[in-house]
């Protein structure tokens, strides 16, 4: 399972980090923290949800 991956499970946009927007989506509100961030998710739904939360599990990932 690949960071890749996330695209197929995912009916929103998955943004990694050599695309177009990502610099600036992965981007908190609060710049004096730093956070690494792996792929930006635009959930569709609230499917797209749940799908992202055992999709992080599964990868021993944090959401955030």
Do not use: H, S
């Not at 980090?17 to 990502?22: K, L, N, Q, R």
């Not at 923290?33 to 599990?57: I, M, N, S, W």
């Amino acid at each position: 399972m690949t960071i890749n991956d996330l695209r197929g499970v995912l009916k929103g946009r998955v943004l990694l980090a050599d695309d177009d927007g990502f610099e600036q989506a992965a981007t908190a509100w609060n710049l004096t923290v730093r956070q690494p961030v792996a792929a930006v998710a635009e959930a569709a739904d609230a499917d797209d949800v749940a799908a992202l939360v055992r999709y992080a599990r599964r990868a021993g990932m944090t959401v955030t």
